[in-house]
């Protein structure tokens, strides 16, 4: 009788592709954005009325799209 011996590079590649999995599917759900860094409210000290932050900058271009 010959055993075969498992194939841990496949074993291996399915483990992988299952975490990375994971991972990406945790991200997304949270709504983590790593590539943009947030914006910094430098002066809040007088300020009234409306503001157009980079928030509300991605929001028109959005509609624009």
């Not at 194939?7 to 790593?34: E, F, H, M, P, Q």
């Amino acid at each position: 009788m010959n055993k075969q011996q498992p194939d841990l590079n496949r074993r291996s590649l399915l483990k992988a592709l299952t975490i990375g999995g994971t991972a990406t599917v945790a991200l997304a759900a949270t709504g983590v954005n790593a590539a943009q860094p947030t914006e910094r409210n430098i002066s809040t000290k007088g300020a009234e009325g409306y503001h157009e932050t980079a928030h509300i900058r991605s929001y028109y271009n959005s509609l624009r799209s």
